[in-house]
């Protein structure tokens, strides 16, 4: 059974969502299909599909988030890889049971009507790694 479906997207944190979304059309030839608020991660996502791939900009909109820390300590540039999962708490148990380690007990509402997950990268290569299932309708409301 395959645990990890496909690549579900590129997390790429950037400055400025507005000047990476003018590169990133130019460089795809497409605009953006969404742009998104994750209040609950202070962050403000923008999404672009390049054939079944998709690539999404992170802003962040607070000075304490996630985004804004990595920013602080690198430059832009890709911050994490995520991968459709069919079962993220499934995964999550999996995961574990091999002596990864999550960096949230349970899932979160992530963009892009997801529920998340992310793999501390101390423990897997260096790797910020995001675990993605498409939430259900009732999850959505």
């Known amino acids: 059974?395959?645990?990890?479906?496909?690549i579900e997207h590129i997390?790429?944190?950037v400055h400025d969502?507005?000047?990476?979304?003018?590169?990133?059309?130019?460089?795809?030839?497409?605009?953006p299909y969404k742009q998104e608020l994750v209040e609950?991660?202070?962050?403000?996502?923008?999404?672009f599909r390049s054939g079944p791939n998709?690539?999404?900009?992170?802003?962040?909109?607070?000075?304490?988030?996630?985004?804004?820390k990595y920013l602080e300590r690198k430059k832009p540039g890709i911050?994490?890889?995520a991968f459709a999962v069919d079962d993220i708490y499934a995964e999550m148990?999996?995961?574990r049971e091999n002596g990864f380690v999550l960096l949230n007990e349970k899932p979160k509402r992530g963009a892009d009507n997801k529920l998340v997950?992310?793999?501390h990268p101390k423990t897997a290569n260096g790797v910020l790694v995001e675990l993605c299932q498409e939430m259900s309708e009732s999850e959505k409301v």
Not at 18 to 27: A, C, Y
Not at 54 to 68: C, N, P, V
């Open 17 to 31: 969502i507005e000047e990476s979304n003018e590169l990133f059309e130019k460089l795809l030839g497409i605009a």
């Open 40 to 47: 609950s991660e202070h962050v403000l996502t923008s999404f």
């Open 117 to 119: 997950c992310f793999v």
């Open 93 to 95: 148990d999996r995961l």
């Open 11 to 13: 997390g790429i944190a």
């Open 1 to 6: 059974m395959e645990n990890l479906k496909k």
């Open 79 to 81: 911050h994490h890889i």
């Open 54 to 68: 998709k690539i999404e900009l992170l802003q962040a909109t607070h000075e304490d988030s996630a985004i804004a």
